[in-house]
C-alpha cells in the first residue's frame, strides 16, 4: 500500500474512535499509552506490550478508545490496519468476542486449556 493510502486508511480508521465520556469529535493522540486504574497491572502491561510491538513495526495505534458505531472501549486499535486487540484476564471475559474481528491477548491463563481451544474454535467458525 502506498503512503497516500495508508495515510487516508489510518484517517478514517482513527475517525471512528473518540475520548471515553467525550464527544464523537475528540480523539485520542495516536502512539499514546493511556492506562485504566480499573485494569489489573496484568492488563496494562500486556497492553503496552502490544502497543510496543505495533510501534516497532512503525504503526501507528491508539489506547483506551471509544468505538462511534458501537460505543465499546477497545484496548488497543491498529490504525494502519483497522485491528482491535482485547487483552483479557480470563477465558469467560473473552467469550464477548466470539463471532467479532477482534484479536484476543491471553494475559494470565494456560493457552493450552480445553474452554480456551474450545473458544478459539468457535471464533474461527469451527
Avoid at 96 to 123: H, T, Y
Wanted: one cysteine or more.
Amino acid at each position: 500500500m502506498n503512503k497516500v493510502a495508508l495515510k487516508k486508511r489510518e484517517d478514517e480508521t482513527y475517525k471512528q474512535y473518540h475520548i471515553p465520556g467525550c464527544h464523537n469529535y475528540m480523539r485520542r493522540p495516536k502512539n499514546s499509552v493511556y492506562l485504566n486504574p480499573s485494569n489489573s497491572l496484568e492488563h496494562e502491561l500486556a497492553k503496552a506490550r502490544v502497543c510496543y510491538e505495533l510501534q516497532k513495526e512503525k504503526k501507528k495505534f491508539i489506547t483506551e478508545a471509544v468505538e462511534n458505531a458501537t460505543g465499546l472501549r477497545r484496548d488497543v486499535v491498529c490504525l494502519d490496519d483497522g485491528e482491535i486487540f482485547e487483552i483479557e484476564t480470563t477465558i469467560a471475559r473473552a467469550k464477548r468476542f466470539i463471532g467479532q474481528p477482534v484479536n484476543i491477548v491471553a494475559v494470565g491463563w494456560d493457552l493450552n486449556d480445553p474452554k480456551w481451544v474450545k473458544l478459539q474454535g468457535e471464533k474461527n467458525g469451527s
